[in-house]
């Protein structure tokens, strides 16, 4: 059972496959508490604090990319955002089992053709051939900017974008991992804000651009 009304808005953000984010908010909030995939308190908010405030990264993202939501979890933000882009080419990348299963099931009951799921982790070798390359990737609640630089911005193609959904803390989070963005090769990095005058609180994203071919490095744990 869902707690939150879904609010008006999410009409605005997902069109005509709102049907698709009401199943897939049904799913997070009976089997995904029930794995333990998110809280049991969350379901009071699933709709701004998750869904919505999930698919309005693609204010970020241009027509017809390809997007890596790397320790997708739930599904978040990845799923919300193959909803709402249907034209967005989207991988779920995810190392645990039981959360791979659930991505799977839930790509699968909402006929999501442009999403596809990936077990692995961001930072390994094997991992980082089979689905590197992209314009985009997504990441939430997954670490640290420090670490999440070096993991993402080699799976990016050249002059790709990192978009880390962060909090209200997101420039304390920038200022404090400078020294590893240029070690990672970052070209630029901006604290955005997405759903302006759609949420009642935006999403707080971190963009952070990669280097044009020939200067990323390639980089391993």
Request: proline share 6%.
């Amino acid at each position: 059972m869902i707690g939150q009304d879904e609010p008006a808005v999410a009409h605005t953000i997902f069109g005509s496959r709102l049907p698709q984010a009401r199943r897939y908010a049904e799913l997070l909030a009976d089997l995904g508490v029930q794995r333990g995939l998110i809280g049991p308190r969350e379901t009071d908010r699933l709709w701004e604090r998750h869904l919505l405030n999930s698919a309005l990264i693609g204010e970020l993202i241009g027509p017809a990319a390809t997007v890596l939501d790397v320790g997708s979890g739930a599904g978040l933000p990845g799923i919300p955002l193959g909803i709402a882009r249907p034209d967005l080419s989207m991988t779920l990348l995810e190392p645990m089992a039981r959360r791979v299963t659930f991505l799977i099931e839930v790509v699968d009951q909402l006929e999501l053709v442009n999403v596809s799921v990936v077990r692995g982790r961001a930072e390994d070798t094997a991992v980082r051939r089979l689905v590197a390359g992209g314009e985009f990737v997504t990441a939430r609640a997954v670490a640290p900017l420090e670490r999440l630089v070096g993991w993402c911005l080699p799976l990016l193609g050249p002059a790709g974008q990192l978009l880390a959904v962060k909090g209200s803390a997101a420039q304390r989070e920038v200022d404090a991992a400078r020294s590893a963005l240029r070690a990672a090769g970052a070209v630029a990095v901006e604290v955005v804000s997405v759903g302006l005058g759609l949420l009642s609180t935006p999403t707080t994203v971190v963009r952070v651009i990669a280097p044009a071919a020939g200067r990323l490095r390639r980089r391993t744990r």
